[in-house]
């Protein structure tokens, strides 16, 4: 997600935050490449212009703060012209009467997978969705919104068999609708390889029959220059309420958010971050600012966790590392619980100072499966106690597993590091309190009033009992 961008400004930015004193003529320099950057990554020339023409007055006009160097102040000024681009703070969808989204987009965006992930999302929130398909030319698109339906417990409503026009499924569907007593109605409707005449008219029936409170445009991250003239033929059409960018997981550039959100002027309301179901998540302006500029976003890590945490596990794995009892099944408990939080290169995205990381070899999902297989084919004994894992122990592993020794015996020297570390806790205190907002490695940026502070309410769902040192209790 925005790695490209991200990785060009933090090598611009490092250059300027390494000067005394900043010159006009340095200024110039670093936003030419700035501007390079964003083209890029797929931002389109017209928002990238105006975003470098807003930083550079600022920069210009500003005094340089007392403490704070002047490439530090450049970083916020940055940040700042660049969240409020993105929207300044999370929108939330209208679910006031009589609660009915349109899905709109161009073929291959997701809008069949993002209906179902909005659908899970309502649930979870307590809301009843109810699932209607309108894709009546993809092949496949109603079964695969059935499918969806049935794995998640949802009504859906499909179109007599047969049926061709999207405006007569559309009445029909809204008889349905009464029929089912009330609920969120999510209307998946069709697209087209390219925006075209004749699909944008049958969108604009099928809006004036519906009478949505959210018409989303949901769309591709790799959709790249075309952005601008997608989101503009969809909003004169059928008046956008918000964007679901999806596939963010797997493009480096991502611009087309940016383009998209400028020349609508609609919030981002969602981001699909994965193929999951669940993998649909609530955009943060700020957040997304912090991201792009390589300074990792704590929050959205700490509320993944939470929702996945086991807190009975969670306080049973506390008492094991206060005990120093920590072994190679902790271990592995402790990487099935990253991968319920999602793909490695975005949790390292979200940690302060670890963004690099993921390009290192070694660091990556396929990694991570090939130490759950190793631990996986040792014994219950040979977890508990690794200091008994000889050379024939250590081979009869390899065989089963599929892995060389090599890979095995750096396991094992990586665990030892892992366990040497958790067992000081003063260590421990200081990384905990660097990612939950203390002073701790990566405590943040001079001039960016430090890390995030952890929404209000949300530390209370992380356990309680443990503590990492003298004077420092997580959550408490």
Excluded at 31 to 51: N, S, W
Excluded at 200 to 207: A, D, G, I, M
Excluded at 439 to 460: A, I, R, S, W
Aim: glycine letters at 12%; a positive charge; aromatic letters at 4%.
């Amino acid at each position: 997600m925005f790695s490209l961008l991200t990785d060009k400004l933090e090598d611009t930015f490092r250059k300027l935050r390494g000067l005394g004193k900043i010159s006009e003529s340095n200024i110039a320099d670093a936003l030419r490449e700035i501007r390079l950057a964003l083209l890029e990554a797929d931002v389109d020339f017209k928002v990238a212009k105006d975003l470098i023409e807003a930083v550079k007055v600022r920069a210009m006009g500003e005094e340089v703060v007392k403490n704070v160097s002047p490439g530090q102040q450049i970083v916020k000024i940055f940040h700042d012209e660049l969240a409020k681009i993105l929207g300044g703070g999370a929108s939330e969808l209208d679910l006031s009467p009589p609660q009915r989204i349109l899905m709109v987009g161009l073929n291959g965006a997701g809008k069949t997978t993002t209906s179902a992930k909005l659908a899970a999302w309502l649930k979870k929130q307590g809301k009843r969705p109810l699932l209607i398909a309108l894709d009546l030319y993809r092949p496949a698109a109603v079964t695969q919104l059935q499918v969806l339906g049935q794995q998640l417990g949802v009504p859906v409503c499909v179109p007599p068999i047969g049926e061709t026009d999207p405006v007569k499924a559309t009445k029909a569907a809204l008889v349905w609708l009464e029929a089912q007593g009330g609920g969120v109605a999510i209307f998946d409707t069709a697209g087209r390889q390219e925006v075209d005449e004749a699909l944008l008219c049958e969108l604009k029936q099928v809006r004036d029959l519906v009478q949505p409170r959210e018409t989303l445009l949901v769309a591709d991250a790799a959709t790249g220059q075309q952005a601008v003239s997608v989101a503009t033929k969809f909003h004169e059409t059928v008046t956008i309420t918000g964007l679901v960018m999806t596939k963010l997981d797997g493009d480096a550039r991502g611009g087309a958010l940016l383009s998209m959100r400028q020349v609508t002027g609609c919030p981002v309301k969602f981001l699909g971050v994965g193929e999951k179901i669940d993998q649909l998540e609530i955009f943060h302006p700020d957040r997304m600012a912090q991201r792009i500029l390589g300074m990792g976003d704590v929050v959205s890590l700490v509320e993944k966790a939470a929702q996945e945490m086991d807190e009975k596990q969670a306080i049973g794995m506390m008492r094991r590392l206060e005990q120093n009892k920590f072994d190679l099944t902790d271990m592995l408990n402790q990487l099935r619980f990253m991968k319920k939080l999602g793909p490695l290169e975005g949790l390292l995205g979200m940690i302060p100072g670890m963004n690099k990381l993921k390009n290192m070899p070694g660091v990556d999902d396929k990694r991570m499966k090939h130490v759950e297989a190793i631990i996986l084919s040792m014994t219950p004994k040979e977890r508990a106690k690794p200091e008994i894992l000889n050379g024939s122990r250590r081979k009869r592993i390899a065989t089963g597993c599929g892995r060389p020794v090599m890979e095995i015996n750096q396991l094992l020297k990586q665990f030892e590091m892992m366990k040497k570390l958790m067992s000081n806790k003063g260590a421990m205190a200081q990384m905990a309190g660097g990612l939950f907002g203390g002073g701790g490695p990566g405590g943040g940026m001079g001039g960016m009033g430090g890390m995030p502070q952890l929404p209000k309410g949300l530390m209370g769902k992380m356990p309680k009992s443990s503590k990492f040192g003298k004077g420092f209790r997580l959550g408490g």
